[in-house]
């Protein structure tokens, strides 16, 4: 049996399970109301004392892949709404060599070191596009990312810090982020990561957990530790949270590209429910198919 047949089939039970498996739903004020009384995802979105959008909430991607049937609206980017980023792209990313290569082996390998399935950090585009929810808690000085997947945690400066210098400091699974209001878009640029070495992308000579570094999304589209990130959060009203990203990794694609990824505010009160998964775990090796 293939192992993504298993781990969906995993996550279907999962998002099966009846309320009283979950946490109860508890209701949040100031959820605008329509003239029939139920939510309505098109008022405006709610805003901070400083007056910038607050992009706080439960966001999950579920209930918004089937927004856009047509495609993009003209000029936009294209909108990713599965685990698979060059699927978003009718002619191609401008992909290296060696990149497309490592690809085609982390898809043909069935996800076997996909970090999510082995419960290491994620990539930071892959906690987008889970279908697990997220959850963003925004303050002054910080703003957290909080995926339900994994538990990954991202944190947001919001200080005046500026971005580290290029490998002056340790590459972090979930990189370096600083953030900043362009009007009303929080726009996060990130560096640091811990990605995929192109001078050994076999990670030969090194434990397992390097096969697990540098996966963008679920098919293994790579990124290295010169990854530039620049996501654009927008809140164009209360249900809607685009996110725009652009991917600069001149080791592992000859030019930047830029995609979208739409999520929509969980307005009934779910929370995002406990996820105990631990580094080390087998289920991946153990149901992968004999070669």
């Not at 990713?80 to 490592?102: E, S």
């Not at 996909?114 to 419960?119: A, H, K, L, R, V």
């Not at 963003?136 to 910080?142: D, G, N, Y």
Request: proline fraction near 11%; aromatic fraction near 10%; glycine fraction near 8%.
């Amino acid at each position: 049996m293939k192992v993504w047949f298993l781990a969906a089939l995993l996550a279907a039970i999962m998002a099966a399970l009846p309320l009283a498996a979950q946490w109860p739903l508890h209701p949040q004020p100031g959820v605008p109301k329509g003239a029939d009384g139920k939510p309505n995802l098109n008022a405006p979105p709610p805003r901070t004392a400083d007056g910038h959008p607050d992009v706080s909430g439960v966001w999950d991607i579920t209930s918004a892949r089937n927004l856009e049937p047509n495609g993009p609206p003209p000029g936009r980017p294209p909108l990713v709404t599965g685990g698979d980023i060059l699927g978003a792209f009718k002619d191609g990313l401008p992909i290296q060599p060696w990149a497309a290569k490592l690809r085609e082996k982390r898809t043909d390998s069935q996800g076997l070191y996909d970090p999510d399935g082995n419960c290491m950090p994620q990539g930071p585009v892959e906690y987008h596009i889970d279908p697990q929810p997220f959850k963003i808690v925004q303050t002054p000085r910080q703003i957290l990312y909080i995926s339900e997947s994994n538990y990954g945690l991202r944190t947001f400066y919001m200080d005046g810090r500026r971005l580290p210098e290029m490998a002056s400091v340790p590459p972090y699974w979930h990189g370096y982020s600083v953030g900043r209001w362009d009007g009303d878009t929080l726009v996060v640029e990130s560096n640091n990561f811990h990605g995929v070495d192109p001078d050994n992308v076999d990670a030969k000579d090194l434990p397992d957990i390097f096969h697990s570094a540098g996966w963008l999304d679920h098919r293994g589209l790579p990124y290295t530790e010169a990854l530039k990130l620049m996501e654009r959060f927008r809140r164009p009203n209360f249900g809607t949270l685009e996110i725009e990203v652009t991917v600069d990794d001149a080791k592992a694609y000859t030019k930047p590209f830029t995609f979208r990824i739409i999520r929509r505010i969980m307005t009934d009160g779910s929370e995002m429910v406990e996820y105990i998964c631990h580094e080390n775990q087998n289920f991946l090796k153990l149901t992968a198919p004999r070669r």
